[in-house]
């Protein structure tokens, strides 16, 4: 009986609970840095709601060769909570917008002991699930050649062949056309010569 009541009252006052809907959420997949530098960690979410002011976010980190991950970053109610006893204390700032669906953090003086696979989680209530996003840190003395530079050079190598033979090609069929014009030139004036002076002959 008191079900139908809530029921009929919903109805009759036009109050629906708001559904949640699936939140999709976005970070890099690997990002590669220098000893001693500074790094930016992008986190955003897409979600079908108005950003809300309950709105959260959340990164975690797993060391390599390590299966303990621990958190490191909180965002709740406008106010950013940083880990103040872990690997990431004093090193770690929130750079992102909420407004904007933005969750990054900024980590700062990296060492060969920060790299790992971060993970960011966000919420926009009603809208609370979702699968969240990694991305891995490779700290390196020296930046590495990326496979798509040396895949880049090279194409760029062979386009540059391509176009060198095309040229070739049809400047050579030039020279070849231009030498059978003179010839044909040369031809055609040596037979008007030898029949003007047959003309001349005959005369």
């Known amino acids: 009986m008191l079900t139908v009541l809530a029921l ?52 975690t980190y797993r060391p390599d060769g390590s299966r303990d991950t621990i958190s490191i970053f909180h965002y709740t109610g406008g106010e950013a909570y940083v880990d103040n006893k872990g690997p990431f204390r004093d090193r770690l700032e929130f750079v992102g917008n909420p407004n904007r669906r933005d969750g990054s953090i ?6 060969f002991s920060d790299n790992g696979t971060f993970t960011c989680d966000a919420k926009n209530p009603p809208d ?11 700290v390196f003395e020296k930046l590495p050649i990326q496979a798509g530079v040396i895949t880049g050079a090279i194409i760029g190598v062979v386009l540059g062949l391509l176009v060198l033979i095309v040229v070739i090609y049809y400047l050579m069929r030039f020279l070849v ?23 001349q002959i005959k005369v």
Do not use: M
Not at 106 to 111: G, M
């Open 106 to 111: 900024l980590i700062k003086n990296l060492d």
């Open 128 to 138: 609370i699930v979702g699968r969240p996003s990694s991305v891995r840190l490779l």
């Open 8 to 59: 009929t009252s919903v109805v009759l006052l036009g109050v629906v609970p708001e559904q949640s809907q699936a939140i999709t959420i976005y970070t890099g997949w690997e990002r590669h840095a220098l000893v001693g530098s500074d790094i930016r960690l992008s986190c955003s979410f897409f979600s079908w709601r108005w950003i809300s002011e309950d709105v959260t976010f959340s990164w």
């Open 177 to 199: 056309a231009r030498r059978v014009f003179s010839l044909n030139v040369s031809k055609h004036g040596k037979k008007k010569k030898e029949g003007s002076q047959q003309r």
